[in-house]
């Protein structure tokens, strides 16, 4: 069953100094990880529409993510357990879903007042603060508490905040740190 994601993201953020300000307002770090995925086409493609399978380091997930606007509540998942990142990627292959794309982010998590903050680092770009909750005011009251106005915030797709710094993801196949 599908489910909205209710998330905003600041971007151009100082990891160290982000991190300090958010355990200033009480915040509670979880961890930090490594992260990959393998990001395929729906069948048949969709703009807007792609499948993700995600290695966080503890949990390995398959999802479908459906954007339908660039608004806080725009964004929605079908998401599942696997087993295993690599056998899930091959039983793909197998059944005819060749990956489009292969992708590795550093991210660390945070939870303020329940709402899940994670500091993301990515290739190629400055990290940014990701900010989820359960509905549009969670997200609008952690920012707030961060001291971050919500004209600040962005709710576009990382395919996006790529495009503001003039690079095209979705041409690059292999997206690692080197």
């Known amino acids: 069953m599908p489910v909205?994601?209710?998330?905003?993201?600041?971007?151009?953020?100082?990891?160290?100094?982000?991190?300090?300000?958010?355990?200033?307002?009480?915040?509670?770090y979880k961890g930090g990880r490594m992260m990959r995925r393998y990001v395929y086409d729906t069948v048949p493609p969709a703009a807007g529409r792609w499948v993700r399978l995600r290695d966080d380091g503890s949990l390995t997930s398959l999802c479908v993510k459906e954007i339908t606007s660039d608004a806080i509540d725009g964004t929605s998942e079908t998401e599942t357990v696997v087993g295993d990142f690599e056998t899930t990627h091959a039983?793909?292959?197998?059944?005819?879903?060749?990956?489009?794309?292969?992708?590795e982010n550093h991210r660390d998590s945070w939870t303020l007042d329940g709402v899940r903050l994670e500091i993301d680092s990515w290739p190629l770009i400055p990290p940014y603060l990701e900010i989820e909750g359960d509905c549009v005011e969670d997200v609008h009251g952690v920012a707030a508490r961060l001291s971050i106005a919500v004209r600040e915030l962005t709710s576009e797709?990382?395919?996006?905040?790529?495009?503001?710094?003039?690079?095209?993801?979705?041409?690059?196949?292999?997206?690692?740190?080197?």
Do not use: C, W
Not at 5 to 19: I, P, S
């Open 157 to 178: 797709n990382t395919t996006k905040v790529y495009a503001r710094y003039g690079i095209d993801l979705e041409r690059i196949s292999d997206l690692r740190f080197p």
């Open 4 to 28: 909205v994601e209710y998330e905003a993201k600041y971007l151009d953020v100082d990891r160290a100094a982000m991190a300090s300000r958010i355990a200033s307002a009480g915040g509670e």
């Open 91 to 103: 039983l793909l292959g197998r059944m005819g879903v060749p990956h489009r794309s292969y992708q």
